[in-house]
Each structure stands twice: as C-alpha cells, then as structure tokens.
C-alpha cells in the first residue's frame, strides 16, 4: 500500500491517476493532513502503515516565500522531518520531491546528485534542510529533485502562456534562464516505476525531461502547438527579455540543469525530450476543451 500525500497538488493529482491505472493499492490525503503537525499525520495515516509514503506536498510559491520564510519552512522543512520520523517508526519508506533551486546555477555543465549546494532563495533554502532532514531521519528514502514542472491542471508555466496568448497582443519573457521543463505525468510514471519495485535503491536522484531550453523558447514552443492543436487562433510576438528586466522577489538560478543517469540507469525510467511531455500535456489541455 502506497500513501499518497498531497492529492490535490499539480504532481500528486497526476500521480493519483497514473497509481490508479498501474492498479496499484493506495490511499490518498488532501489538506486534511496537515504535514506539519506530526499529529495529524498520525491521525490520518491509513493502517495498516504504508509500504511507500510519497510526499507530494510544498510550499511552491517561490516568491511568496521569501517574505513568508516561517511558513515555506514549515511545510518545505519541518513536514519532510516529520514524514521522515513516521516512515522510520513504521518501517515505511519515504519518496520525497527536492528541486533544482537547491543548486545556484553557475556550473554551465549540469548538476549530478553529488554537486555541492547553494539554494539562492527561500524555497531553495527550505527544500535543501527538508532533503537533509529526510536523509538524517530515514535510511529508506529516495528523494527526487526534478524542475519546471507542468501538467494539464494546477498553477504552471504552460497554462500560463496559454492564458496570456488569449488576452495578450505581445508576450514578453524571460530568455536568460536555462532548464528542462519536465512533464508531470512523466514524473508521476517514474514515481510509480520506483514504489513499484521489487527492492529499491535508496538515495537522491534527478528527474527532467531530456533536453533544455530557456523560458522564451519554452514560451514559443508553447504557442507554436497552441496553434496546432486550436488552443489559439492567432500568431502573437512573444518578446525575449532578461531577468534584470523581469525583477522576481526571489533570485532564481540561470542555468540550473539536472543530470539524470543515476536514475535512467537505476531504475530504467525513460528521459523523453521536454517537447514531447509538452506536446502530451497540450493535448490533454485540447481534449479537455473540447469535451
Ligand atoms: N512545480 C514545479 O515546477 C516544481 C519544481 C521542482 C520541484 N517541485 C516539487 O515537487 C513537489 C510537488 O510540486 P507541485 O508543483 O505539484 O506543488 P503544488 O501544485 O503547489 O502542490 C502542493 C500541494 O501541497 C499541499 N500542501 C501545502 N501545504 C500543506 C500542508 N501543510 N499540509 C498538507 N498539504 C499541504 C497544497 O495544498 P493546497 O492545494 O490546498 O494549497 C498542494 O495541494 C513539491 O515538493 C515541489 O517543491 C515542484
């Protein structure tokens, strides 16, 4: 049995789709369990204890976070610990989400798992303690850090675009960060890969879509399949602007790619290209709109 925590997030939404079709038994919570009391994790966890609990939950606003520091932390931080501490009282194993805004950037070859930290923001900050205090706690944990997550629901960067091609003339984006949008249904097919195997390796891993691209040319791919799949009726100018011109609350990283091997290699989950997930995930946004 596989505990699926936060069932209404972006992942864990997709992800309680792609246990279902595996026909793998699970049981899933909501904001009814509140990761950060150790109490309501308890009260909430199904009985008997899991084999897997998957956390899918976070603190994901990145600029909010840098003036809600207590909150991203208690949720980022404190809830890993808490989840970690069940997991290693119930002989249970933890699968936990970390990002690529554990890293600062600046290695312009990627990032292995064994890459030196330097999170430059709040959430960054909170997720690097959160993996720390899983690995502290709980032998039996695998943490995945993934990147520019998005899916045919949830608050995310394609249905951003999708948006603002509607009600805008222009678009301007920001072409002076550089990473591998990463579908989360892809991610959600791994996830399920690992809790369904037989005897898991155990560590941190990266998972991305393969390929990288920056924001504008992520925007441009965006608009080019809208037109294809009639998501949008009409040619925009998609304007490329630098960070500097685009000031967030929080500093994010400008070249922050994940090398995945170690899990291709471990667990023989399969790296599509970004455009590939994008082109899936836009179809099912298409399909939707035409039920
Ligand atoms: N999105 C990305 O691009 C990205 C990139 C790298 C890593 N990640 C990581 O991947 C994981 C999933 O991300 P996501 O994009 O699916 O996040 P998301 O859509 O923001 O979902 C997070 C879920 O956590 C829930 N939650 C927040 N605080 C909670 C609490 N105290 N108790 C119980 N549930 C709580 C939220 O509930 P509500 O819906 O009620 O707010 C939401 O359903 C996170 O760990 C995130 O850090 C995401």
């Known amino acids: 049995m596989i505990w699926l925590l936060g069932r209404r997030g972006m992942l864990g939404r997709v992800l309680e789709q792609e246990l279902s079709a595996a026909q793998m038994p699970y049981h899933s919570s909501g904001r009814e369990c509140d990761v950060t009391s150790e109490e ?3 009260a909430n966890a199904p009985n008997p204890a899991p084999r897997w609990v998957i956390n899918c ?7 909010t976070a840098e003036s809600e520091v207590n909150a991203a932390w208690a949720v980022n ?17 933890l699968l ?3 990002t690529d805004y554990v890293f600062d950037g600046s290695e312009s070859k990627g990032y292995t798992e064994a890459a030196p930290i330097a999170p430059q923001n709040v959430y960054g900050a909170s997720k690097a303690a959160g993996e ?3 690995r502290s706690a709980l032998a039996q944990h695998v943490i995945i850090r993934t990147a520019w997550l998005h899916a045919e629901h949830g608050r995310n960067f394609v249905l951003t675009v999708l948006r603002l091609l509607r009600e805008r003339g222009e678009l301007t984006i920001v072409d002076d960060q550089h990473g591998s949008p990463t579908y989360a249904r892809d991610l ?3 996830i399920v890969a690992i809790a369904g195997s037989a005897q898991p390796a155990y560590g941190t891993f990266h998972y991305t879509n393969s390929g990288e691209t920056s924001w504008h040319d992520f925007a441009c791919q965006i608009q080019d399949y809208a037109l294809e799949l009639g998501l949008s009726s009409r040619l925009r100018t998609i304007r490329a602007i630098s960070s500097a011109q685009f ?4 500093v994010r990283p400008t070249y922050s790619l994940l090398l995945c091997e170690h899990i291709a290699q471990t667990y023989g989950v399969e790296l599509r290209p970004w455009h590939q997930g994008l082109r899936e995930c836009m179809e099912r946004v298409a399909a939707r709109v035409t039920e």
Do not use: F, K, N, W
């Not at 939950?57 to 600029?63: E, L």
């Not at 931080?77 to 194993?93: D, E, I, N, V």
């Open 40 to 42: 309501s994790i308890s």
């Open 57 to 63: 939950t976070g603190y994901t606003a990145v600029d």
């Open 77 to 93: 931080q404190r809830a890993a610990a808490h989840l970690a501490q069940y997991c290693a009282a119930h002989s249970s194993r």
């Open 96 to 98: 936990h989400l970390s």
């Open 132 to 134: 720390q205090a899983v």
């Open 188 to 190: 959600a097919r791994a």
């Open 247 to 250: 000031p967030t609350a929080a």
